[in-house]
């Protein structure tokens, strides 16, 4: 049987525009409209089925991190160090809150918040952070306990529909950060990869192992930075989703119960009709959806 999956998606050029009701006031809601920007702004963050991250992955630190610079002077300058990308549970960092140091799952929220603000900018209305790469596994091991209820513990249930191959079945990936450099011919490029099967060298081929990566790149000043995904799953995960969000800038995303940091700097309650503007080429069967989800009230 088949379990293996590969999909290719490019992302360029993501665009949300508020529009109001007469149609007269049209507002970009995104922070750099059309990925246009030199100095990129990306992060990543790893879940498991329940929004959560239970266990780190050895070595891996807390399954958060970002990629983010300034260009001045044809060089990069980089606003996250590798050692920030690498911090985990146990580990303080400025403004970590009292309590979350020993809590997997409390410490990646707040290392989630200190990364948006290494490479905030300040915009009007409102700063915004990052584009979020987002990748989840969807192992679901129903006897751990494991997946609160809207933050609260909930026990464990019978399995039910859901994959996983047994204990440990919910891990996090490896990930692997190759920092955005600019070549000689003035390209920016850089990425995050990895495999959610721990003790497996995705150096030795892909073989039996899943595998995710995006790769960002930029061709020149005057172009759209580029986001290419592939994922692949395998038998021991058959379920993977590669994401990339434009969360609000502050407050609640989407499906999760503490405030997050994105792209979206315009979040307005009464707002009207939001429209967005994706150039999108696929290269899969498999392709699950394009989810343009919507994020807290309106937008
Ligand atoms: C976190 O764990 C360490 C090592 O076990 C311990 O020394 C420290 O008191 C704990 N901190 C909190 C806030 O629970
Ligand atoms: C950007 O500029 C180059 C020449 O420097 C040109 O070839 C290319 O078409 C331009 N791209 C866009 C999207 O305008
Ligand atoms: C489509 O996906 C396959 C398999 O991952 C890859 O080898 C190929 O280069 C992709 N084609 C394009 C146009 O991206």
């Given at each position: 049987m088949a379990m293996e999956a590969h999909l290719h998606v490019v992302f360029l050029l993501v665009n949300v525009i508020v529009l109001g009701v007469s149609g007269a006031r049209r507002e970009t809601a995104v922070g750099d409209p059309g990925m246009r920007r030199d100095g990129l702004r990306v992060a990543f963050e790893a879940w498991n089925f329940c929004n959560e991250v239970g266990q780190e992955a050895p070595?891996?630190?807390?399954p958060r991190a970002a990629d983010c610079f300034d260009l001045s002077s044809s060089s990069l300058k980089h606003k996250v160090s590798e050692a920030d990308n690498k911090l985990g549970v146990g580990k303080p960092f400025p403004g970590l809150a009292p309590g979350a140091i020993n809590n997997t799952d409390l410490y990646a929220v707040q290392k989630e918040l200190y990364l948006g603000s290494l490479c905030q900018v300040e915009d009007t209305p409102n700063p915004w952070q990052f584009w979020m790469v987002m990748l989840k596994n969807?192992?679901?091991?129903?006897?751990?306990?494991?997946c609160p209820r809207n933050g609260k513990k909930a026990p464990p249930f019978g399995p039910g529909r859901f994959p996983c191959f047994g204990k440990g079945c919910m891990n996090q990936p490896m990930l692997f950060h190759q920092q955005t450099k600019l070549s000689d011919g003035g390209i920016m490029r850089g990425s995050f990869k990895g495999t959610?099967?721990?003790?497996?060298?995705?150096g030795n081929g892909l073989d039996g192992i899943s595998f995710y990566e995006v790769v960002w790149e930029k061709k020149d000043s005057n172009e759209s930075w580029v986001f290419s995904h592939k994922l692949k799953t395998s038998k021991k995960y058959p379920w993977l989703m590669l994401y990339l969000r434009a969360d609000a800038t502050k407050g609640f995303s989407g499906g999760y119960h503490y405030d997050t940091r994105g792209m979206l700097k315009i979040v307005s309650r009464n707002c009207l009709k939001s429209f967005f503007l994706l150039n999108f080429k696929a290269n899969s069967s498999h392709l699950h959806r394009l989810k343009l989800g919507c994020t807290r009230e309106c937008v």
């Open positions: 070595g891996m630190g807390s969807g192992n679901y091991d129903t006897t751990s306990g494991l959610y099967d721990l003790g497996s060298d995705i």
